[in-house]
């Protein structure tokens, strides 16, 4: 068998029993070969592209926490009912015993179950 490290590559790929007729010296080379084609596949898979021409998708920005008092506003409730539920609504964080921060999307999906 002769000829370029990719070549050999084909040749090994479309007939994997003539592995044994790769001269010994280009050995190294179709493994540099292999080790270049795994990194191109590797990076394409990290990068998000599906092979279907699509963009990959951004990722989500992180959800803004609201004040119990914004949350209170928001939702026309007093400001008790957040600190009374603050163990069954997703997303909410005690900062401290009087202070409570709630996550926007979550507290808008526990409203609407709520109203369900």
């Known amino acids: 068998m002769n000829g370029t490290p990719r070549d050999l590559l084909r ?4 007939a994997p029993a003539r592995v044994a007729e790769i001269p010994a010296a280009d050995v190294p080379a179709i493994l540099g070969t292999l080790a270049e084609l795994q990194a191109t ?5 990290m990068s998000g592209a599906h092979g279907n021409g699509a963009e990959p998708e951004a ?10 008092q914004e949350a209170a506003d928001l939702y026309r409730v007093p400001p ?12 909410a964080r ?5 202070c409570l ?6 507290l ?8 369900a």
């Open 59 to 68: 990722p989500a920005e992180p959800e803004a926490f609201l004040t119990v």
């Open 101 to 106: 921060r709630l996550e926007a999307g979550a």
């Open 108 to 115: 808008r999906r526990y409203m609407a179950k709520r109203k």
């Open 11 to 14: 040749a090994v790929i479309d």
């Open 94 to 98: 005690r900062l401290s015993r009087k």
């Open 80 to 91: 008790h009912f957040f600190y009374r539920r603050a163990k069954s609504i997703p997303g």
């Open 41 to 45: 596949l590797t990076l394409r898979l």
